[in-house]
């Protein structure tokens, strides 16, 4: 009797690992537990090793740009990289407008995408789907630093090499691509399971705090200008001591909201757009100017002219001095504040009985004194242009806006009320694009942000021409069901450009400017998003509501909203 033997049984082997292995565990190995990206062909090794990486989150949005955007905003939020992984050719180019918006504002996004096989390295014309002749020469002007990947050995120090790039002072956006064919071929070597960064720091120099200690110390009227560096240093608490050993009043740039309480005595706010707050920055004896380059917005579009000293405390070489002569402190701001502290308590003049020429004269206001008259003067000039309506939406949205709350906006024209006008209470809580400038950054920097900061209430504020760049992600909302608000002012058109035109020219174009839309409330249902329309009475109460509830939700505003007058025009 013959029998027929039993199978041994049988296990599935598992797939060799490969060049996209290295990449996600030399991420993993770095601290990385969240990835940004959207998947093409010539990317799918990494997507591929994805899969067996239980301890990485992966959020893919709908446009490369948008993940840009994404990432961002989880950079800033944390404080940390964020990896975004995208794919060859158009899929690379298309996160150019984002990391242009991470370097402006010092987020730290490590953009890793693909490459045609390395044989089409070079600039040949192999004909390769995506091939680009160079496409890494796209990235140089955008980024901190370009890495290019040929060998699967070169890929954990490659990874490490550019995290760390991100990490150094100043925070930035850096590009890593590695071709298809190295992250799809198998590697033999143990899995990564450590990696060394380290990241430059920027300490001040000794002899420059020393000097800029004795010219602050002797000031007899102190003024701080501080920018987006204090934020992403997170210098926030030796800004707020050095000001009140000081009694230095406090500007903050747009991208510096949240550096300095907004109540408090010595906040002069961020009314860098109104020519009072210009007077009395330039009429500072000394200005410190921490984290700021002194660019375009800060400056009041350049009319700004100090008359006296400027001490400039930098991060980025490329912005020392690049405005305004000065006393230039190529440093970090944290390390830079905490050294002047340090230095100061030896460098106060000591008080003398008889008054010199240069001290105040005994009707001379306080500096608190003299901050609540600077505001009291820009308050009464707002009063003066019929803005209440813009005035009461903004703080529509402020008292719907839970405290812990984080909001990302777009450009639009209630963002550019935001910039001066609005208190973020938190620092690191308002994020926006001011910094670049490009369209559609509200809705997925808000999404970014709903990852980096779970359990707390995401505003995203976009106008109905910026929303048109983001309404993809509605379904990556959905899909995640990531706590995002939405609130998209309706006003027909390109609104800011509608007004630039008349002021420019005494028309606008209305094939430029006037756009047809969708009922915004009906596509978020399609997407499975609860919507609602409001105005302005209501806005308040329809937006609390919507941030309160879970997941995401769109809140539409019809409105037409205007500027306030410019200062920069007749100074």
Known sequence: MSTTPTPAPTTAARPPRTGGDLVIESLTALGADTVFGLPGQHALGLFDALRRAPDVRYVGLRVENNAGFAADAYARTTRRVAPLLVSTGPGALLTLPALQEAAAGSAAVLAIGSQVPVAGLGGGRHGYLHELPDQAAAFRGVVKSVHTVRTASQIPSAVAAAWESALGAPHGPVWLEIPQDVLLAPVDVPPVAELAVFPRELPPRRELIEEAARRLGAARRPVILAGGGVVRAGAEAELLALAERLRAPVATTFGGKGAFPWEHPLSLQSWLEDRHTTDFLEDADTLLVVGSGLGELSSNYHTFRPRGRVVQIEADLGKLESNHAGLGLHADARTALAALLAELPGRLPEPRPERRPDQPSPDEPTPEAAVAALLARVRDRLDGQGLEAERRILAAVRAALPDDAVSCWDMTILAYWAWSAFDPRRTNALHSAQGAGGLGYGFPAALGAAVAAPGRPVLAVSGDGG?????????????????????????????????????????????????????????????????????????????????????PSVVVLPARLRMFAPTHLTA
């Open 467 to 551: 929303a048109m760049y983001s309404l993809a992600e509605l379904a990556t909302a959905r899909q995640y069901d990531l706590p995002v608000t939405w609130l998209i002012v309706d006003d027909g058109g390109y609104g800011i450009l509608r007004e630039y035109m008349t002021d420019a020219f005494g028309a606008t174009s209305a094939e430029a400017t006037e756009l047809t839309r969708p009922d915004f409330v009906a596509l978020a249902g399609a997407f499975g998003v609860p919507a609602v329309r409001t105005d302005p009475e209501r806005l308040a109460a329809d937006l609390a509501a919507a941030l309160a509830a879970p997941g």
